[in-house]
């Protein structure tokens, strides 16, 4: 059973940036797409950015391309996020999942595993 637990989230004002981080304990991640999905007030929980097992091949919503940067460090055990000029809308709770897939990363919200959340907010 695969536990993930987010961090680096805060308050930041618009252009800014900040790293997340979501350390995987209870297994190994480095056979899992990994991506993070963020969920704002009202909305539905969408999908950000993907990675696939070996960190070779990403995807990202159009709405964060070119801004944000999906990475993994499998000796780690952990996904990071690197998000920068940061817009008001960019604001959510952002969760970090884990599939068991080695295909393409998945961008529906089926994930085997998901972390309990950190909180991003984008003051303007």
């Known amino acids: 059973q695969v536990q993930l637990v987010e961090s680096g989230g805060g308050l930041v004002q618009a252009g800014g940036s900040l790293r997340l981080s979501c350390a995987a304990s209870?297994?190994?991640?480095?056979?899992?797409?990994m991506a993070w999905f963020r969920q704002a007030p009202g909305k539905e929980r969408e999908f950000v950015a993907g990675v696939n097992w070996s960190g070779r091949s990403t995807r990202y919503a159009d709405s964060v391309k070119g801004r944000f940067t999906i990475s993994r460090d499998n000796a780690k055990n952990t996904l990071y996020l690197q998000m920068n000029s940061l817009k008001p809308e960019d604001a959510a709770v952002y969760y970090c999942a884990a599939d068991r897939t080695l295909g393409v990363v998945p961008m529906g919200p089926h994930y085997d595993y998901w972390g309990q959340g950190t909180q991003v907010t984008v003051s303007a």
């Open positions: 209870g297994g190994t991640i480095s056979t899992y797409a």
